[in-house]
């Protein structure tokens, strides 16, 4: 059999070179339909697998019965790695062109597949913790250009350390959840004191974001090289941020509230083997990591990106900009190890944030701050629209995918759409 | 009935003056002895009141049915405060003196009633979400003495915002268990880069924690005049912070590897109500805060707070400084309404750390750092003992307590022994 008799399936949607749900993806998710309870499927093409029929029709793995009528992802998660990869294989064989189990049987499939046009998505796992990183030395630059000193963007701590901070969980929200604009603080250069008010700066920082599939133990760092075992999957994720609110609060303490109104994370978690044909060499790193960040495998990964912002009142998202994962400097196998090195655990679930994704040219940048030089030069866009920072009504759409010889392992699509701040006292 | 007889128990340790956990207390937390599973008790006297014995015997509120044979205290929190009320006034009767329901009952007393010193008790509640706040302003001003500018050393949104911080809630553990010294990044002052290795400046921070009691929903501001539906209780918390590894790290996002590695709690978690008897006027503050921090109530509590060092091979732990939770200059209140005002929501066992607790006096410090400025000052302990930091076996121990007239509502106490770093090549 060759490889493109082996990647095929018989649903012929995942056949198609755009798609960005191919037999070699089946990313996990979480959906309902009409009044149904939510329940894990996995998406192929334009539809979505039961997973929990397939488990009451005896055709998954022993170790995952039950775990699939779940509204979360977590139960199954936490299973480990050589279950995910027999659960996967078993999935790939099931659907796979020429096996005829699901294929030939009338009555299940029709019970088992699910047109993803009218599912429901929900938020796929449980997040015990989320932490975000800050990982594009682009990025970083631009930041500390903008706000610190243009001469020493990059701080002293930030080659040495993959710089992160602890999220909110609470606020972290699947794609297609209206974005409510913070009220906070802010303080303008004129006044002596802050005012109260509507955020005037909102703004997306793209990033990708992985899920932790093991629980490390308090006290016991988890190293570099054993990374593997602790990476489940990946998603899209949209950091919201409120910029005006954030250059006021986070000295000395870090941002807060100008990040914890939202996080937006794509529906579909793709799991770190559908992605290991597009793992690449390490980004070159100077100097050379502490022995704690030293690491052998290739842990940086090929992965388009992609944003696009539908203005109020637009009919279409428009793309402004376009980057590569594989730009960061730290990758997660650094992050994972930095996060555990003083003994910290982490859960199954956990999603940590890579950080803006910028790459070096203007039009690669991860956010509207750096687009628009904080909001100094904005983007001009179709019908003369202009935008420094996002308005009340507009949608932010980012996508992702790596581009294989004819096929693509996609991650969908992360969106929101601004919605205006609630009116308060202040 | 007099006041005094009305708050007397049929249990003969909860009448004595000295006991943190009077009739007036009853303190909520999860215990375990023997083989049992965890489930919900109450503290009082020298026993704990196992409330999922009483449940079974139909003595509590219908509305808390099943809740309480769980290791943890969500399920009943989230049931409400009239709720919690019905039930601590179901409580305090029938554990009053003259209640013969449960004291004349020998063998329902039998099974409901466990010695507390034989008893394991267990992290009370499941913690969606942990931040930490910062709203000491005597702690704010020692630690910008020393590490920004001594002339300057509140920052200026210090007075206008309750800064705080999202925090690491997997790392959240109860009193009594060990805290590994972690390892992390370190820059000395001549060295061109950071070394690697175990944190030399290990400190504690003497705080408080408040437990959320109601979620509330995405996008929607919880007011301060709202607060006290939102506060089921509070614990003592020792924030363990390492202070080099922070030094390091903090800028631009805060502290984190300094801080994540642990994070003890005591395991009572003593009710607002019990708290009731011991609010007091706000502290002033100048300025007037922005409307949305104003506040009505009297949302300040009068609660001593003692910190006592056992350093390795000494007998007993020796006290080293005192204060009150009074001096803080945010309230829980004030932190909750900031935490939301940007829509960030809440969740019901979300912890919410004071920051550190510092009086005006050098021996009201509530951290090592501030007691011997940054270890340059070390303590005298007995025996000749010093310490500048903590050393591997010292053991810290919180107390906290309400004095009323002739009884203490007490938290008892938040301890952890220090174990040393794990040997990791760096």
């Given at each position: 059999m060759t490889q493109a008799q082996s990647s095929?399936?018989?649903?012929?949607?995942?056949?198609?070179?755009?798609?960005?749900?191919?037999?070699q993806n089946l990313p996990y998710g979480v959906f309902s339909h009409g009044s149904q309870a939510p329940r894990v499927g996995v998406a192929i093409g334009d539809r979505i697998v039961d997973l929990s029929v397939l488990d009451e029709a005896g055709l998954?793995?022993?170790?995952?019965?039950?775990?699939?009528?779940?509204?979360?992802?977590n139960r199954f998660i936490a299973l480990g790695r050589p279950v995910w990869r027999e659960t996967r294989q078993r999935l790939a064989e099931l659907l796979?062109?020429?096996?005829?189990?699901?294929?030939?049987d009338a009555a299940l499939r029709e019970r088992a597949l699910v047109p993803m046009a009218g599912a429901r998505l929900h938020l796929p796992v449980e997040i015990p913790g989320y932490t975000d990183f800050y990982s594009s030395k682009e990025h970083a630059t631009n930041v500390g250009r903008m706000f610190r000193d243009?001469?020493?963007?990059?701080?002293?701590n930030w080659l040495e350390i993959p710089i992160g901070y602890n999220g909110r969980a609470s606020s972290v929200v699947v794609s297609g959840t209206p974005i409510r604009r913070p009220n906070g603080q802010i303080k303008l250069p004129n006044e002596a004191r802050p005012i109260f008010g509507a955020c005037r700066k909102l703004d997306y920082e793209l990033e990708m974001g992985f899920i932790v599939g093991k629980d490390s133990a308090l006290g016991v760092p988890v190293r570099v090289d054993q990374a593997d075992d602790y990476l489940f999957g990946m998603v899209l994720l949209n950091d919201w941020s409120a910029r005006d609110i954030q250059q006021w609060e986070y000295?000395?303490?870090?941002?807060f509230n100008a990040k914890t109104f939202g996080t937006s994370i794509s529906p579909w978690v793709v799991t770190m083997e559908a992605l290991e044909p597009f793992r690449r060499d390490n980004p070159e790193q100077s100097?050379?990591?502490?022995p704690y960040l030293?690491?052998?495998?290739?842990?940086a990964y090929d992965i388009e990106l992609e944003v696009a912002l539908r203005p109020q009142d637009a009919e279409r998202a428009e793309p402004i900009s376009r980057t590569n994962?594989?730009?960061?400097?730290?990758?997660m196998a650094q992050q994972l190890a930095h996060h555990t090195v003083s003994g910290c655990n982490v859960r199954v679930g956990d999603l940590m944030g890579s950080g803006t994704i910028s790459g070096?040219?203007?039009?690669?940048?991860?956010s509207l701050l750096e687009l628009t030089r904080n909001g100094n030069e904005p983007l001009k866009l179709a019908g003369g629209v202009e935008r420094g920072f996002l308005q009340d009504g507009d949608e932010v759409v980012m996508r992702g995918w790596c581009q294989g010889d004819g096929y693509r392992i996609g991650f969908g699509e992360v969106s929101g759409e601004v919605l205006p701040a609630p009116k308060i006292e202040g």
């Open positions: 095929r399936s018989w649903i012929e949607s995942a056949n198609d070179a755009a798609t960005h749900f191919p037999l998954l793995p022993a170790a995952t019965r039950g775990t699939f009528a779940a509204p979360v992802l796979a062109a020429d096996t005829p189990t699901l294929r030939d243009p001469d020493n963007a990059l701080l002293p000295v000395p303490l870090g941002p100097p050379e990591p502490l030293r690491q052998s495998a290739r842990n994962f594989r730009a960061m400097y730290w990758t070096t040219t203007p039009d690669s940048y991860g």
